[in-house]
């Protein structure tokens, strides 16, 4: 099975940017813990800043987690895929769906407008933007069984192409 059409979009991470967010991070914790101290109770001021080093890890990992993220879209005659590839080493397939159960694909700014009827009950909604990518925010729907599903991307215009070509110009509404 050939690709008709592959695009694979990443987030550029400059290293100033890294080390920037690195320090305001110290920054942020050491800034915490100072105010913390001037609690009179002492172990709530403990617990407070165990809670906030917790949350403020799991965030930093989250866009850390971001930032090295890429998505890969392959689609080819009869297919649409999307591998999520974190780092240099993991891929996972997010999904391979047949165009057929495709429902269509419509830009989120349509939908915030005004196209009320589009918007289903969906089952399961994946998030396959990066940050720092300046495209337009586009939403597809297909259907898994009985189930109605949604992903959220940022194709290019040649995805975007290749798209209506597939599909057909009535399922890609932008």
Request: positive net charge.
């Amino acid at each position: 099975m050939t690709a008709k059409f592959t695009e694979k979009i990443k987030t550029d991470v400059k290293g100033w940017k890294v080390i920037l967010f690195l320090i305001a991070f110290i920054i942020a914790i050491n800034g915490i813990t100072q105010i913390l101290k001037q609690l009179d109770n002492q172990r709530l001021a403990g617990y407070i800043s165990i809670a906030i080093l917790l949350a403020m890890i799991v965030f930093s990992f989250k866009i850390i987690n971001r930032y090295i993220t890429e998505y890969e879209f392959i689609m080819t005659q009869s297919r649409f895929k999307a591998n999520k590839i974190v780092g240099k080493r993991s891929s996972k397939e997010v999904f391979d769906i047949n165009l057929k159960q495709m429902e269509y694909i419509v830009s989120q700014e349509s939908l915030k407008t005004g196209n009320r009827d589009l918007r289903k009950k969906i089952n399961e909604k994946q998030n396959l933007t990066l940050i720092g990518i300046k495209r337009e925010k586009m939403i597809g729907y297909y259907r898994e069984g009985e189930n109605l599903n949604s992903f959220i991307f940022q194709p290019n215009e040649k995805m975007l192409v290749a798209l209506k070509k597939g599909l057909g110009e009535d399922k890609v509404i932008i």
